[in-house]
């Protein structure tokens, strides 16, 4: 088999998640749990972030969130990308997610069925992208588009994707821009 940066990434990226609520209770929930801590987030983080990302991208006859591992690959992001802006924005979302969902249903995110975190997610879905500064939202919508963005750029989602050659250039002149429009390229 050959390794190419894919397989390489997915295979040092894949945590092996294992049962740390009992089997019965975890198959009842429908929910992978990680025990081990990941390269920025927590066990319990990323079995949040996991969870989120398998919610809003299903497994179907397409592939999911888990089959990309969009989740993993955050993970490695919020180490190699994410400012520390952006590592505090998503955390907090997550500790506030857990912090709401105990206050409206009683129980942790993580203890809910999955329908159940299913509508408390399309519940926040269906507010974040009003017109709104909070801060909540704003990351949630940010967490979002970083999970399709993951996803939908990935091997699994679009093996079809290739890089379109050539490289960056910088600013263009108004000569080389007025013969970009000529060919139609713009």
């Known amino acids: 088999m050959k390794i190419n940066r894919r ?14 609520l009992p089997s019965e209770l975890k198959n009842a929930l429908k929910l992978t749990v990680f025990n081990s801590d990941a390269l920025f987030f ?3 983080q990323l079995t949040l972030v996991y969870d989120i990302a398998d919610i809003m991208i299903p497994t179907t006859d397409t592939p999911g ?3 990309s591992h969009t989740a993993q690959v955050l993970d490695a992001l919020m180490v190699s990308w994410a400012s520390s802006n952006t590592q505090q924005q998503l955390t907090a979302f997550l500790s506030e997610l857990r ?6 249903n009683n129980k942790d995110f993580l203890l809910m069925p999955r329908e159940e975190r299913q509508a408390f997610l399309v519940e926040i879905d269906s507010h974040a992208f009003e017109k709104t500064t909070s801060p909540f939202l704003v990351a949630y919508k940010r967490l979002k588009a970083l999970i399709f963005h993951i996803h939908y750029s990935s091997k699994e989602a679009n093996p079809d994707f290739f890089l379109v050659p050539g490289g960056y250039r910088g600013t263009l ?6 013969a970009i429009h000529k060919r139609k390229y713009l």
Do not use: I, P, Q
Not at 12 to 18: A, C, D, K, R, W
Not at 99 to 104: L, P, Q, V
Not at 173 to 178: A, C, F, R, T
């Open 99 to 104: 912090d709401r969902a105990r206050s409206s």
């Open 42 to 44: 927590s066990a319990e």
């Open 173 to 178: 002149s108004l000569e080389e821009l007025h």
């Open 7 to 20: 397989v390489f990434l997915g295979s040092v990226l894949y945590v092996v998640s294992t049962a740390v």
């Open 65 to 67: 969130a888990s089959d």
